[in-house]
């Protein structure tokens, strides 16, 4: 099942700084003995297409500010590890009184005689955390073979975007990681860890990192790992992912730690005037190889005058008590609404505590779980010839409309006997864009055999875009 990476942060931010860059310069001062203007009637605040203001071209940074001369980058380190990996570090300084966000670092890899080095590979470098508060620093690593004849390395900035301290958002300050640790016993090292929200109030745009360190308690480098787009009051969540771990630094790791980051929701519009979330039910079920997992499902529906994209639900398993002993995403098929459609939603999940019931978390805001889209889904597509067999399920999706469409997705759906959607599938079709009456084929290999005699049928369906 596909994992959604929420884009929301983005997009808001997006939205602001195109607005601040199509406000015109305008000023001048008034001629001396020019008639008074008469008064004008008060007029209302200005908001973009979005509603949100428009920003007010006094607060704006100056438009020559350039984020290589506002960030300097201080203490760069490399370390060669075994095996000819090269870890490089930067400590990003902002020296102005503005925020910084998507910021770009370069390197210069040079021999021991000050010749440039070429390198054959593309260099990203990760800054964490990504956004820079005004005087405020972060870090930037990047992990990479080491050039032949390496003896310095020269980190510099090269891009950035500049904005008020305010467009960050109010910070979150009771965000948590626990629990944290890795486990290199396998055939890769991964993370173990647990969110939390201590507070009573939602946290959203979440960011999470590990910071590496040596003996000498320097930073060797830093490492994003995924973290949920938002945290309900009182939710925590357990955590895997893969890291680099002791499998890349070796010896050299000495110990490493967890960070996190998040802000407190702006205004927006309460959820329960955009979302309906009905029939929600948990059921274990026992799979072939013996594995009992925890069953979530529901519905959740539109019930705005407006599209929703990658709708995100969480769902808190609650001990007697009332504590959250776990948190689980539950996936809508598809993601995204038009007004008065409706999706099942739901997951299977097996590394439960005990618990006593399962609640489904909203924040307070629809725009934490969702953004709004311009275009509903194009929904003339068929999806027919669907086969389940050798552990892949495989069919055609047809554009029966009039128009093409694009980003087209297969949704396949496994239902109980009680009618129930116990899994399902978002499968990629060959070509994902359709003219009209085009054809493509689909085939994905997924563990659908793992629910054996559970699966009583199942329905696909599919969305896309429409062309433009």
């Known amino acids: 099942m596909r994992e959604w990476t929420k884009v929301l942060g983005l997009a808001a931010f997006s939205v602001l700084l195109a607005a601040f860059l199509m406000v015109g ?10 008639p008074e203007a008469p008064a004008a009637a008060e007029e209302a605040t200005p908001v973009t297409e979005e509603g949100t203001p428009v920003p007010d071209e006094g607060v704006m940074p100056p438009r020559d500010l350039l ?22 570090t930067g400590r ?27 390198v054959t590979e593309s260099v990203y470098f990760t800054v964490v955390p990504p956004a820079l508060e005004p005087q405020g620093t972060a870090w930037a690593s990047s992990i990479l073979e080491r050039p ?5 390395v020269d980190l510099s900035v090269q891009g950035g975007d500049a904005f008020p301290r305010e467009w960050l958002g109010e910070r979150h300050e009771q965000l948590s990681v626990e629990d944290v640790e890795i486990d290199c016993s396998g055939y890769a090292c991964q993370l173990g860890c647990l969110f939390r929200n201590a507070g009573d109030k939602t946290a959203t745009g979440i960011d999470a990192y590990l910071m590496y360190y040596d003996a000498q308690d320097t930073v060797l480098a830093v490492e994003e790992i995924s973290a949920p787009w938002y945290l309900t009051p009182g939710e925590s969540r357990k955590q895997t992912t893969y890291v680099y771990g002791a499998e890349v630094f070796g010896p050299a790791l000495a110990r490493y730690e967890a960070v996190i980051t998040g802000t407190l929701p702006s205004e927006g519009t309460p959820v329960e005037k955009v979302f309906k979330i009905s029939d929600v039910t948990t059921d274990e079920y026992t799979l072939e ?39 689980v995403d539950l996936e809508p098929a598809p993601d995204i609404l038009a007004p008065g459609d409706e999706a099942p939603f739901g997951t299977g999940w097996e590394e439960t505590a005990a618990y006593d019931r399962l609640e489904v978390a909203v924040p307070e805001f629809a725009e934490v779980m969702a953004y ?15 086969e389940m067999e050798d552990g892949a399920i495989t069919g055609v999706v047809t554009n029966s409309g009039a128009e093409a ?64």
């Open 289 to 327: 190889d013996g594995r009992t997992i925890v069953g979530v499902t529901g519905k959740i529906k539109n019930v705005s005058d407006k599209t929703w994209n990658s709708v995100e639900l969480h769902g808190l398993f609650v001990d007697a008590a009332g504590n959250v002993v776990d948190g």
């Open 372 to 386: 709004e889209e311009e275009s509903p889904p194009y929904k003339d597509l068929e999806v027919t010839e669907v």
């Open 67 to 88: 984020a290589r001369d506002a960030i300097q980058v201080v203490d760069v380190a490399a370390h060669v590890l075994e095996g000819d990996v090269l870890v490089v």
């Open 405 to 468: 469409a694009e980003d087209v997705r297969v949704f396949v759906y496994l239902y109980d006997k009680d009618n129930r959607p116990i899994a399902w599938f978002d499968i990629s079709p060959e070509d994902s864009e359709l003219a009209p009456g085009e054809s493509s084929t689909f085939e994905e290999s997924v563990d659908w055999e793992a629910y054996g005699t559970l699966v009583a049928g199942h329905k696909a369906t599919a969305i896309g875009v429409a062309a433009e």
């Open 92 to 118: 990003l300084v902002n020296g102005t009184d503005w925020a910084w966000k998507w910021v770009e670092v370069s390197a210069h890899f040079f021999d021991s005689q000050g010749n440039v080095l070429p």
């Open 25 to 34: 310069c305008g000023g001048g001062e008034e001629e001396e003995g020019a």
């Open 148 to 152: 032949e004849g390496f003896a310095r």
